[in-house]
């Protein structure tokens, strides 16, 4: 039985992120949450494989964020379990990884390598229940195709500034960017950092 399709949800949620896509994506499966921000150093992680750090990052957003709470002991006693959703999402271009571009020149390449190709995005969630410390984790991958981009939609891109704050500066659901997405292989909502499948899965295995 899905214990996550209750109309009065039996649990609280804390998203344990500041994307402002993963609050929408979470809003939309019709759940109610509050959100708590994983300060960690990001760039401290190193994985060779996309898929370990993923994980890694999302298991350190965890921690950070469990850690907390339990400094706050704000655990109130009306029997709610309370799980943690930690996630990350990094591009893949040519088997590398790709991170937040470190400036607009590096944002400018990045989408110039996707015009005409092809990126993955890998992104990890992990559930924690924190009154059981049960945890489970995954990931999902995605490849995007895409066609040739205009230089002056990329500078138009770049000018904005949004995708300078995203993974391989890679925003596929931004009204400039949609028209020149070939085919997505995959869910486009795990593109944008939660896939929901994959969410609803690993909720109802940790309560």
Known sequence: MDSTSHHHQQF????????VARKQILSDMGFQFTTMYADIDEKAIRKEKPED??????????????????????QETDGKSTLVIAADTVVVYEGAIREKPSSKEEARQFLKD??????????????????????????????????DIPEEIIENLIEEGIVLNVAGGLIIEHPLVLPYVKQVVGGTDSVMGLPKALTRRLMNEVL
């Open 114 to 147: 996707y015009s005409g190709g092809h990126a993955a995005t890998v992104s990890s969630v992990l559930v924690t229940n924190l009154n059981t410390g049960l945890k489970k984790g995954e990931w999902d991958k995605v490849e995007i195709h895409f066609h």
């Open 53 to 74: 750090l993923v994980m890694a990052l999302a298991e350190a957003k965890a921690d950070a964020i469990v850690g907390k709470l339990q400094n706050i002991k704000n």
């Open 12 to 19: 609280k949620i804390i998203l344990g992120s500041s994307s």
